[in-house]
């Protein structure tokens, strides 16, 4: 099986914006402007300007600072500058994921000649305006998942990539779950026919660090930063990856959500990844849902369950996700991200059942750049593999995958959920 042809998730320090993401404030500009090393047999740089440091930030700077050195790529990634409001925390970032310099201002990162694309990896809030101003400035783009926090904001970042897409620019949605090398060789499987027709997708992302009420009320349990609760965190992921695996895209819902505490504690301090402290007593409102439910259905006539939560008592990060079709069924756990179980419903009943695939093998997407066979990668390779993608991508001069038009479409379904929901479960078409 050869590589793919094409080519969470935002997060900043505490309080969104004011969290490292940049938005406001007077440049930094330290560290040597960049001359870029490494580009190797003449390859020409490809200068990365990322907005965000915190957990995306860091995930990302490992997919940039690792892609060129283990795929052979056309352009040589180069970590320019790294973005956020706090000048020690990011110089602090810089230093420890290898950036060349730092800014405290996301206009004058985007504003640097230096500067090829621009990597979002703040709240949702910040995507959209530092999207429309990056493309309107001539960079690529990369942006966190899911797009945007609302439907406007995304189709406007939707219109502005297709206009950049034809002065050669060219912006990407960061959904890493399709980098997985077992997630992009089910995609293969189904493309090649091996389930048939496709009757049902059930797929389950589940975390559990909500469940203690004196969790504090950070960033991701705002509306107005976050756009929405696990539905947008998780659901995002498991929307695309579903309409990945499956080829086609959602028709309609109809949903459940639920806010299962609805006030918390405010931040004692400082927000690292899901973790925070809280404050000794002041609190606020969660605006957000904990959790949501929801059924689907494809063009194809085949049906979806997807169940979002982070009040899963027990479960970290538990994505799985189970295609049925008329000639054989996929299931993958992300939990055992090397392997793949695949039924073939065409062999005999006196041997047939699922069988694990140990999704390790050089002719396995992504894979002849990695370890010899039986030798597993993990989460952060999705960036890595990502990076490499996006580069080649860029290089070619093709649309990549998602692009922003895939990102929309996500946003719309998020939007037909939380409709649905608020009119109990009324089933909400989808434009597709």
Request: aromatic share 6%.
């Amino acid at each position: 099986m050869g590589q793919p042809q094409q080519p969470d998730e935002a997060e900043a320090q505490a309080g969104a914006t004011a969290d490292g993401a940049g938005v406001s404030g007077p440049a930094a500009g330290t560290g040597p402007e960049v001359s870029p090393p490494g580009t190797a047999a003449g390859r020409p740089p490809l200068r990365v300007g990322m907005v965000g440091y915190a957990f995306m930030g860091a995930a990302h700077s490992q997919g940039w600072r690792t892609a060129g050195r283990v795929f052979d790529l056309p352009r040589s990634p180069v970590l320019a500058a790294i973005c956020g409001r706090d000048a020690t925390a990011v110089r602090a970032a810089a230093e420890r994921h290898g950036w060349a310099s730092t800014e405290t201002d996301w206009r004058a990162l985007i504003a640097r000649d230096d500067i090829d694309l621009v990597d979002i990896c703040t709240p949702g809030d910040s995507h959209a305006e530092i999207a429309l101003a990056a493309l309107a400035a001539g960079k690529h783009v990369l942006c966190e998942k899911p797009l945007a926090n609302s439907v406007e904001e995304a189709e406007a970042m939707a219109g502005a990539a297709e206009q950049a897409y034809e002065r050669g620019q060219l912006a990407m949605v960061g959904f890493n779950y399709r980098r997985v090398p077992a997630t992009a060789l089910a995609r293969s499987m189904v493309a090649d026919g091996r389930l048939g027709r496709l009757r049902h997708v059930r797929v389950t992302y589940l975390q559990d660090w909500l469940v203690d009420p004196q969790f504090p009320l950070t960033w991701r349990l705002r509306k107005e930063l976050a756009g929405s609760g696990a539905l947008g965190d998780l659901g995002a992921h498991i929307i695309d990856l579903a309409q990945y695996l499956a080829g086609e895209r959602l028709s309609g819902v109809s949903a459940l959500t639920e806010t299962f505490v609805r006030e918390r504690p405010l931040p004692g301090g400082a927000v690292k990844g899901l973790s925070a402290v809280s404050a000794e007593s002041a609190t606020g409102l969660v605006t957000v849902d904990d959790a949501a439910v929801f059924t689907g259905r494809f063009p194809s006539g085949a049906l979806a369950s997807f169940e979002a939560t982070r009040y899963a008592t027990g479960r970290k990060n538990a994505l799985r996700i189970e295609l049925n079709g008329e000639r054989g069924s996929i299931a993958f756990d992300l939990e055992r991200l090397n392997e793949l179980s695949y039924h073939d419903g065409i062999e005999p009943g006196a041997h047939a059942g699922f069988r694990r695939i140990l999704v390790t093998e050089p002719d396995h997407p992504y894979l002849d750049a990695w370890w010899p066979p039986g030798h597993g990668l993990g989460y952060e390779h999705t960036f890595v593999h990502q990076a490499r993608d996006l580069v080649h991508a860029i290089a070619e001069g093709r649309q990549p995958e998602p692009s922003f038009a895939d990102g929309l479409h996500v946003q719309r379904v998020l939007a037909a959920v939380e409709e649905s929901a608020e009119k109990n479960s009324v089933y909400t078409p989808i434009a597709v």
